[in-house]
């Protein structure tokens, strides 16, 4: 870290601010210029307020060198996480997570998800608790979905993916082998901490109106309770556009690699909010880098109690998984 300091501060002026930055333990030096000074910090600076160092009044400028989530862009970490054997990270093959929104029966849940594995998907993705815009929307069944996506991994033998919404809940997730923390809870700190504590894969959506470093920040708060099972999740981010639930952010992908190991999948049923749109983004950020999809699938979306139309039909999932296997081989990687 940078502090660019006004020239000819006397050392009792400057003084309080050298004593905040002992409290902190830092390294630092002090280099004198011809039209400012600078005061180098270096060090643990995660408990360093910018905030408070700038109200100095002599400090014209806090400059950033190393970004807050250290342990996010610590490139030394593995860039993959194994989950049940199946690993999940850039150079590893492309994971698919498919089955419907919503559980809403025994019955509905087996069928869907003994066709999405059929088809290929290495998940199965599933809400038994849903967070909704409505208050009278479907909120999901809550204690008992849970219940019967337990009995249908077992069946299937197939791990699976699900959304907790709440603390209180948090008992109930002991065999969800991936515990997805949704956009509208991205920023709820204590949920974060608290399922760290788990120790198991947490698949972190980034919010829908949440900067690149503010998903990060979230994320830290994951590793930084002792669990590095992060998988990131770009399901896109609200825009002017009212043709499309969402606009999905391609250039996250790449940028997400550059700035850290985890894993980043995308989530193109929430991205574009129809089912005629979810092949093409697809495969589209397949070829942009991404580790995987998490997507939708509904036998019966007019039926369905939440988010029917951006379901896509496993026929239509079909399909997908077969393009998706050209272009992945296209950019020298493979399928699960």
Same mark, same amino acid.
């Given at each position: 870290? +940078?502090?660019?300091?006004?020239?000819? @501060?006397?050392?009792?002026?400057?003084?309080?601010?050298?004593?905040?930055?002992?409290?902190?333990?830092?390294?630092?030096?002090? +280099?004198?210029?011809?039209?400012?000074?600078?005061?180098? +910090?270096?060090?643990?600076?995660?408990?360093?307020?910018?905030?408070?160092?700038?109200?100095?009044?002599?400090?014209?400028?806090?400059?950033?060198?190393?970004?807050?989530?250290?342990?996010?862009?610590?490139?030394?970490?593995?860039?993959?996480?194994?989950?049940?054997?199946?690993?999940?990270? !850039?150079?590893?093959?492309?994971?698919?997570?498919?089955?419907?929104?919503?559980?809403?029966n025994?019955?509905q849940?087996?069928?869907?998800?003994?066709?999405?594995?059929?088809?290929?998907?290495?998940?199965?993705?599933?809400?038994?608790?849903?967070?909704?815009?409505?208050?009278?929307?479907?909120?999901?069944?809550k204690?008992?979905?849970?219940?019967?996506?337990?009995?249908?991994?077992?069946?299937?033998?197939?791990?699976?993916?699900?959304?907790?919404t709440?603390?209180?809940?948090i008992?109930?997730?002991?065999?969800?082998?991936?515990?997805? @923390?949704?956009?509208?809870?991205?920023?709820?700190?204590?949920?974060?901490?608290?399922?760290?504590?788990?120790?198991?894969?947490?698949?972190?959506?980034?919010?829908?109106?949440?900067?690149?470093?503010?998903?990060?920040?979230?994320?830290?708060?994951?590793?930084?309770?002792?669990?590095?099972?992060?998988?990131l999740?770009?399901?896109?981010?609200?825009?002017?556009?009212?043709?499309? !639930?969402?606009?999905?952010?391609?250039?996250?992908?790449?940028?997400?690699?550059?700035?850290?190991?985890?894993?980043?999948?995308?989530?193109?049923?929430?991205?574009?909010?129809?089912?005629? +749109?979810?092949?093409?983004?697809?495969?589209?950020?397949?070829?942009?880098?991404?580790?995987?999809?998490?997507?939708?699938?509904?036998?019966?979306?007019?039926?369905?109690?939440?988010?029917?139309?951006?379901?896509?039909?496993?026929? !239509?999932?079909?399909?997908?998984?077969?393009?998706?296997?050209?272009?992945?081989?296209?950019?020298?990687?493979?399928?699960?």
């Amino acid at each position: 870290m +940078l502090i660019i300091i006004k020239k000819e @501060i006397n050392e009792n002026e400057l003084q309080p601010l050298l004593n905040e930055v002992k409290t902190h333990d830092l390294k630092y030096a002090y +280099l004198n210029g011809e039209e400012y000074d600078i005061l180098r +910090l270096e060090g643990n600076l995660t408990k360093v307020d910018e905030k408070k160092i700038s109200a100095f009044d002599f400090v014209l400028q806090v400059i950033k060198i190393s970004p807050s989530y250290q342990k996010v862009s610590n490139k030394d970490e593995q860039s993959f996480i194994n989950v049940n054997g199946i690993k999940i990270g !850039r150079n590893e093959s492309i994971v698919v997570m498919a089955g419907p929104c919503s559980i809403e029966n025994y019955d509905q849940l087996k069928r869907i998800g003994t066709q999405v594995k059929h088809f290929g998907a290495a998940f199965l993705r599933a809400g038994a608790y849903k967070p909704r815009t409505s208050p009278y929307s479907f909120q999901g069944l809550k204690s008992e979905g849970i219940s019967i996506l337990k009995r249908v991994k077992e069946e299937l033998k197939m791990p699976v993916v699900s959304e907790i919404t709440s603390i209180l809940a948090i008992d109930e997730f002991k065999d969800v082998d991936i515990i997805q @923390i949704g956009a509208r809870n991205m920023q709820n700190y204590k949920l974060l901490k608290a399922v760290a504590k788990l120790n198991k894969p947490i698949l972190l959506k980034r919010g829908f109106a949440s900067t690149v470093e503010e998903w990060l920040m979230s994320a830290e708060y994951i590793i930084k309770e002792g669990n590095n099972q992060v998988i990131l999740c770009e399901r896109g981010v609200r825009s002017f556009e009212p043709l499309t !639930r969402f606009s999905l952010d391609f250039s996250v992908i790449p940028l997400i690699k550059k700035l850290s190991n985890l894993p980043i999948i995308v989530d193109p049923s929430h991205a574009s909010g129809h089912f005629e +749109l979810v092949e093409s983004l697809s495969l589209a950020v397949i070829a942009a880098g991404a580790d995987g999809l998490i997507i939708e699938v509904h036998d019966k979306p007019f039926e369905a109690l939440s988010d029917g139309i951006q379901s896509i039909k496993p026929d !239509r999932f079909a399909s997908l998984m077969e393009k998706a296997k050209k272009v992945a081989h296209a950019i020298g990687r493979d399928m699960f």
